[in-house]
């Protein structure tokens, strides 16, 4: 079955750029979330891109999709205290039912 | 409208008794989920309802029972639970469950079994 596999803890300061990464291991693969998840709270979809696609950007977010190494990557200009929580990749595939596999998220730490 | 909505938001409960967990979505979506997750990890699929049927139990005991009364609701029944049950219950929903669907999550309830 699919992998999916994030780095567990990221920390930046405030006004940064933070990048969190994830890789899975179907190359079939068609459909990449990034959810965001704040204390006590349940999972906010921020934004999804295609497998069809290298590249999407959404005002301070943009992924960017490596589908010959299988690498998603979340970039989050700009980043504020608000933008701390838990980042959750989760990699789908079409046909059959839609179960998403999701990484174990990476908890993104904002300092002033 | 994206919103999924959950009641209640806290639950406490002994061993011997039984609760029901509630689900909402109005956005005509065909598929509801209930995860369980644990703090620090990601979600746990627990069931699939697609078109009012139950399609997937991902091996749940059987203290944990989910019915689906309409397209717009989905429950949850608990009883005789135990203490590692205690979680975070997300419920999410999708237009449908054909593969390429995106889920929105409710804010979840939190459970704590004593």
């Known amino acids: 079955g699919e992998d999916v596999e994030q780095s567990l803890f990221l920390s930046v300061r405030e006004g940064d750029s933070s990048v969190i990464n994830c890789t899975y291991t179907d190359s079939s693969s068609t459909y990449l979330y990034w959810y965001k998840q704040e204390p006590g709270a349940g999972l906010q979809l921020l934004t999804y891109?295609?497998?069809?696609?290298d590249m999407k950007q959404d005002q301070r977010l943009t992924v960017l999709l490596n589908k010959k190494d299988k690498h998603l990557s979340l970039r989050i200009a700009d980043t504020q205290t608000g933008d701390s929580a838990i980042y959750f990749c989760a990699v789908g595939t079409s046909g059959g039912s839609y179960i998403p596999t999701f990484g174990r998220g990476t908890s993104l730490i904002v300092h002033p | 409208d994206t919103e999924v909505t959950q009641t209640p938001k806290h639950l406490v409960m002994g061993m011997t008794n039984k609760k029901s967990l509630k689900c909402e979505q109005h956005?005509?979506?065909?598929?509801m989920y209930w995860y369980k997750q644990k703090a620090k990890k990601p979600p746990e699929l627990m069931f699939v309802y697609s078109y009012e049927k139950l399609s997937i139990n991902e091996s749940v005991p059987s203290r944990f029972s989910p019915e689906c009364p309409n397209s717009s609701l989905l429950n949850l029944h608990l009883h005789a639970l135990q203490p590692e049950d205690s979680a975070l219950y997300l419920c999410a929903s999708s237009q449908g469950s054909g593969g390429g669907e995106t889920q929105y999550f409710g804010p979840g309830t939190r459970l704590l079994v004593l």
């Open positions: 891109i295609f497998s069809n696609m």
């Open positions: 956005m005509g979506h065909r598929a």
